[in-house]
């Protein structure tokens, strides 16, 4: 019985196949099917090549055409369909160096990473798995399709694959496999950041990310890392902590704050890494926040600063650190926020203008450090959000 989502996109095979071609359903989606994971991407292999592919949908993106790969969309949905290849020859282990489109799923099957990724599914739902995929996900194991090394000479960011895998799917890396990607490591010199990061990032939010963490040490995988290669014994504290519910931003928080990062040197760390400016502020910010609260409590105006996701974030890693386990602190410091007078600078009551035509005063830096001064005051339940009461409190305490 087929599924969701590959239901949808069963169309999409009849039409290939109704043009002479053969098409499955491949890679992620069929693995994750078999473990009865929730399902992301339906990727389709065909042996029509991309030009062919085009001639049949009447839309399509060329996202990456030289690879085999073309973007249909069909009824809503996106699906990236390429043609069946083998990677003929490798330039200095990235990417392959020439794709050489073939007419044989066997064979594109045979240049996957790893068996529990090179298994196809056809539009019955039958399965074609020649490298014995199913055997590995049952057997929970990361094994690569043929030898090891090839596989990651091919190309060295399926090391950090495996263990993202290692993390995601809380699997176990094959013997063989893990030999080889302990051998070979250093490959992973030559691979793009803006790659390592992807799977860097999925790594730190899985299941089993703990045991994938003290994988990327056990076999120096972390010397490859932007930031994280003078840190060994740093990362190795990691352990000693309780951070599985930790989101995305919060995990690097943890690792900027383990590896005892300088402030200052947040940014450059977090830009070698090509995070995009926004993340990084978030981050700065819940590492700002972080620090406060290991020294003391949190004050309602640092509540009111900090705001909803920041507490929540730096009280998350707060226990962590504190090794609190059983806590309703997290409760407590948004309730309190959620009984603040004002959330943002904008529910204020007042304007700029208002305060100049009061004090009489033309515009200038006073005028920001008052309206300051009103927002803390209202903030701390000093001062009512009420027009005419802050007038009254201005008037009162301003020069005559
Ligand atoms: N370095 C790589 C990357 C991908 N693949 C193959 O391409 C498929 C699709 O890759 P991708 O979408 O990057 O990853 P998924 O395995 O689909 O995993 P996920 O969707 O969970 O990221 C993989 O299953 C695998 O068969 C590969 O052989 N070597």
Redesign the pocket.
């Known amino acids: 019985m087929m599924i969701e989502p590959f239901l949808s996109a069963l169309p999409v095979l009849e039409r290939l196949e109704a043009a002479g071609y053969e098409a499955y359903f491949?890679?992620?989606?069929?693995?994750?099917y078999l473990l009865k994971k929730q399902i992301?991407?339906v990727?389709i292999a065909t042996s029509a090549t991309p030009v062919e592919v085009k001639e049949i949908f009447s839309k399509t993106v060329d996202i990456g055409i030289e690879h085999g790969t073309v973007l249909v969309l069909y009824n809503q949905e996106s699906y990236?369909i390429?043609t069946f290849r083998t990677e003929a020859e490798y330039q200095d282990y990235r990417r392959p160096k020439e794709v050489a489109f073939i007419r044989n799923l066997k064979d594109d099957?045979k240049?996957?990473?790893?068996s529990?990724?090179?298994i196809a599914m056809d539009k019955n739902g039958k399965l074609i798995d020649p490298f014995k995929g199913q055997l590995a996900i049952k057997d929970k194991l990361i094994q690569t399709?043929g030898r090891a090394e090839d596989?990651f000479r091919?190309?060295a960011?399926?090391m950090m694959?495996a263990v993202?895998?290692v993390s995601?799917l809380s699997f176990s890396i094959e013997n063989d496999t893990l030999t080889a990607l302990t051998n070979h490591i250093d490959l992973l010199e030559n691979i793009a950041v803006e790659r390592k990061k992807?799977e860097f990032e999925?790594l730190l939010i899985g299941n089993n990310r703990r045991i994938a963490l003290k994988m990327i040490l056990d076999t120096n995988l972390f010397l490859y890392l932007p930031g994280l290669n003078n840190n060994k014994q740093e990362l190795e504290q990691l352990q000693n902590f309780q951070y599985d519910s930790l989101n995305k931003k919060e995990m690097w928080s943890l690792l900027l704050f383990c590896i005892d990062i300088k402030e200052k040197l947040i940014e450059t760390f977090l830009r070698d890494w090509r995070m995009p400016i926004k993340e990084i502020r978030e981050i700065q910010h819940t590492l700002f926040f972080l620090k406060k609260r290991l020294q003391q409590e949190w004050s309602i105006y640092d509540l009111y600063n900090a705001g909803y996701d920041n507490i929540l974030s730096a009280e998350k890693l707060y226990l962590v650190f504190t090794r609190i386990k059983e806590s309703d602190s997290i409760k407590h410091w948004l309730d309190l926020y959620e009984q603040l007078p004002i959330k943002y600078l904008s529910d204020m009551n007042v304007t700029g203008n208002d305060v100049m035509e009061w004090l009489n005063k033309s515009g200038g830096p006073w005028l920001k450090d008052t309206l300051l001064k009103i927002e803390r005051a209202i903030v701390e339940g000093k001062l009512e959000n009420n027009k005419q009461k802050i007038k009254e409190w201005l008037m009162a305490c301003s020069p005559k």
Not at 26 to 32: A, E, I, P, Q, T
Request: proline share 0%; hydrophobic share 30%.
């Open positions: 491949v890679g992620g989606s069929v693995r994750d992301s991407d990727d990236e390429t099957l240049r996957r990473d790893f529990m990724n090179a399709v596989r091919e190309d960011l399926r694959r993202r895998f995601q992807v999925k």
